[in-house]
Every structure is written in structure tokens, then in C-alpha cells.
């Protein structure tokens, strides 16, 4: 994925038409050279209805003037929330 804005990022997938992938919430988080875009969604499952919300987490890096994907994870619902919980537990 290569893009020339972050808000360019997106991980809306639509297949033959129909919408299988949806974003629900997005957060870009960034410093110079370097952003992570967080980006709640959700997967329609093949009965047509939406599976549990996912997290992505994509770490882009800014190249000339453009940005990059240099890494992606997908975390379940229930380690997003494992996620949250430890970190206000370290504040």
C-alpha cells in the first residue's frame, strides 16, 4: 500500500459489488517519518451478517512524499480490550 495522505488509508474491501470488509473507527497516530493507523472493523461472515469488530494496526513509513505500509497486525475484539485495559493500568 503505498498513498500520498494518510487519510488515503483505508480497509474498506468490496468484492463483486458488495462490502465485505467495513471500517467502524479510525486513528492515525504520527511522528515525523513514521504513523500508525489504528482502524476498528468489521467482516461480513458468508450468512450476510457482520462478524465481531477486529482491530488493524498498520505502521506506515513516509518516503519522499509518499507513505507506506511497513507493518500490519489484526488483533481479535478480546485482545484489543486485553490491549486497553493494560495500558490504563500503567498510567
Same mark, same amino acid.
Given at each position: 500500500? #503505498?498513498? =500520498? =495522505? /494518510?487519510d488515503e488509508v483505508?480497509?474498506? /474491501? #468490496?468484492v463483486d459489488g458488495e462490502v465485505v470488509r467495513r471500517t467502524l473507527q479510525r486513528q492515525v497516530l504520527e511522528t515525523p517519518g513514521w504513523?500508525? #493507523? /489504528?482502524?476498528a472493523y468489521e467482516e461480513r461472515a458468508s450468512d450476510g451478517t457482520w462478524k465481531a469488530p477486529q482491530v488493524a494496526v498498520l505502521r506506515m513509513h513516509q518516503v519522499r512524499d509518499t507513505w507506506k505500509r511497513h507493518a500490519a497486525m489484526t488483533l481479535s475484539q478480546s485482545d484489543a480490550r486485553a490491549l486497553a485495559t493494560a495500558l490504563a493500568s500503567w498510567t
Open positions: 500500500m #503505498v498513498v =500520498s =495522505s /494518510l483505508t480497509y474498506d /474491501l #468490496v504513523a500508525t #493507523v /489504528l482502524i
